[in-house]
């Protein structure tokens, strides 16, 4: 069952088209089916020699989990091939229907691989903060998505970019951070850390320990985006994208238009 909805959204990934919701192959309301979907679908992208090079924490506010009808956060994986340079471009055929997050992302420098991960623990295991896009762009045609679609669909990771300007946690304060995102030059949206389950570094605390509950645990090394600030903002191709974070600086990514 799992591994069918897996290749049904991988199918969906090669041909760069929505498809049908994959709710529709897994039991109603399983989230466990779910995540399980979620790993044979990743699991594919590593068969095919793609490297898992850091997690993400999406459903991170109230909003989002309404849209989505759930009461909780949820985890997913990023691969290399999701990596974006800053003032990169993403192209055409790797998007459908892409929508930004501005968030504030963690490089990880050590495992966190125990239980009970605390506050401190996650802010001992940071190695620095810099500010991050992620693009999202779900398999399912139409944005047609709920809870169950987007744990299946890897919770929707498209492509992230990341800022050059990294600082640590005592060089920056992660708790206030405020955001403002820019699609070809006029601001669109803003965003605050304390939409982010209070703080990202709350994010990241529940995310260390949901991920050490699935045995997967976050390594050293890592790239963690931790959620979005703000609105998830639907982007055209064809469009530049720029989000400034008061503190951390900026980080920038356009879509080429279509051929």
Not at 131 to 151: K, L, Q, S
């Amino acid at each position: 069952m799992s591994l069918a909805a897996a290749q049904h959204l991988m199918k969906a990934l090669d041909a760069n088209q929505g498809t049908t919701p994959v709710r529709d192959l897994l039991p109603a309301d399983d989230y466990q089916a779910a995540y399980e979907t979620q790993a044979a679908f990743n699991q594919l992208r590593l068969e095919r020699g793609q490297r898992m090079i850091g997690r993400k924490a999406g459903f991170t506010n109230p909003t989002a989990q309404a849209a989505m009808g759930v009461t909780f956060p949820v985890a997913g994986v990023l691969f290399d091939v999701m990596d974006i340079p800053h003032n990169g471009e993403i192209a055409a055929n790797k998007v459908t229907a892409p929508k930004i997050e501005a968030e504030i992302a963690f490089i990880m420098g050590v495992d966190l691989d125990h239980e009970n991960i605390s506050t401190a623990d996650v802010m001992r295991a940071i190695d620095y903060v810099v500010p991050a896009i992620e693009i999202a762009n779900t398999r399912i045609a139409d944005w047609n998505v709920t809870g169950v679609d987007a744990i299946a669909d890897n919770v929707s990771a498209s492509q992230f970019v990341i800022g050059h300007k990294a600082q640590t946690l005592d060089q920056f304060d992660v708790t206030t951070a405020r955001a403002d995102i820019h699609v070809d030059g006029e601001s669109v949206a803003q965003g605050a850390a304390a939409n982010v389950l209070g703080s990202p570094l709350n994010s990241l605390k529940w995310l260390a320990n949901q991920l050490v509950a699935m045995n997967v645990p976050i390594q050293e090394g890592d790239i963690i985006l931790s959620g979005s600030l703000g609105p998830m903002v639907p982007v055209a191709k064809g469009s530049q994208v720029d989000v400034f974070i008061e503190g951390a600086g900026s980080v920038s990514v356009s879509f080429a238009a279509d051929a």
